[in-house]
């Protein structure tokens, strides 16, 4: 089943583009990565899933249930942390997270207690004097203390230091292992590679390419990068199956996408001091569907 559904999903601000007939599916018990640089479309997509505001065009259901139509009755389902964070300045943390609990009919004390543990959160402290860093992870307390079966986070590790980030996608796991499907958009593209199933790449509000990582990871691009003893000449990687060359005097970069034989004829043309040919990681695909 997918838990997520979209077709032709369309949002316009105006006249100013939002997103373009967007499709994706997000089936149930993935972790499922949407990635692309700021103002590619990836909060619009989510703040029409959770219908904060509605679609030019095109559907999105969630449960197979339509976003807007059933949006009460779906949202006691998700756990939302959005990019930027703000609370009531003058409550206690755990005030705020009793009051966010008192929303679900369950007892969300025990888990309260649990997360914060986790994510190293003071209850007793006023949100006012909290940091940034922990305002965030009193949002990720806030999203996962009614044990939603949606997690949809948006760029969720903004403010917290590595060992938290850490802390937290080992806890996002352990989440999708007891059952919970997950939707992260992040422009972290290390973390999405080590932590999601599959990836959508969305450019200026259209989806340019979707993937199973560890079919993305294994595609038939490669990464090669050449250093000679002489300088390479201007042009000389020029040919089809080549982009993103870089060349600096003895040492040129690319990636490659067709007959390895036509490349390596070129490149055992060269006096060569160096060779290497491997997979590209996720970052240097993003970048390819960018150029």
């Given at each position: 089943m997918n838990v997520i559904e979209t077709k032709k999903l369309t949002k316009y601000y105006g006249k100013s583009r939002g997103i373009i007939e967007v499709d994706i599916n997000v089936e149930d018990g993935e972790i499922y990565g949407f990635i692309g640089p700021n103002g590619a479309g990836k909060s619009t997509t989510i703040r029409v899933l959770l219908s904060l505001i509605y679609a030019t065009s095109g559907t999105a259901t969630i449960f197979g249930k339509d976003v807007v139509k059933f949006g009460p009755e779906i949202?006691?389902?998700?756990?939302?942390?959005?990019?930027?964070?703000?609370?009531?300045?003058?409550?206690?943390?755990?005030?705020?997270?009793?009051?966010?609990?008192s929303f679900y009919k369950k007892d969300c004390s025990k888990r309260i207690k649990e997360l914060a543990g986790i994510m190293s959160l003071e209850l007793d402290k006023r949100i006012d004097d909290l940091s940034y860093g922990n305002k965030k992870k009193v949002g990720i307390v806030l999203g996962l203390l009614h044990e939603p079966k949606l997690i949809i986070l948006d760029e969720p590790t903004g403010g917290l230091d590595?060992?938290?980030?850490?802390?937290?996608?080992?806890?996002?796991?352990?989440?999708?292992?007891k059952g919970a499907t997950v939707f992260l958009s992040s422009h972290i593209l290390s973390e999405v590679q080590r932590l999601c199933d599959k990836v959508a790449i969305i450019k200026e509000g259209k989806i340019v390419k979707i993937e199973k990582m560890s079919d993305l990871a294994q595609s038939n691009y490669s990464k090669i990068k050449v250093e000679s003893k002489a300088a390479i000449p201007e042009g000389y990687f020029d040919m089809a199956g080549v982009s993103g060359l870089k060349t600096e005097n003895h040492s040129t970069t690319?990636?490659?996408?067709?007959?390895?034989?036509?490349?390596?004829?070129?490149?055992?043309?060269l006096d060569l001091v160096s060779l290497f040919v491997e997979e590209p990681d996720l970052e240097d695909i993003f970048l390819h569907y960018y150029q």
């Open positions: 949202k006691k389902e998700i756990g939302y942390l959005p990019g930027e964070v703000f609370y009531y300045d003058t409550m206690r943390v755990k005030d705020l997270l009793n009051y966010s609990a590595p060992l938290m980030q850490q802390t937290f996608f080992n806890l996002v796991r352990e989440e999708n292992k690319f990636m490659f996408k067709g007959d390895i034989n036509s490349v390596t004829k070129k490149i055992a043309a």
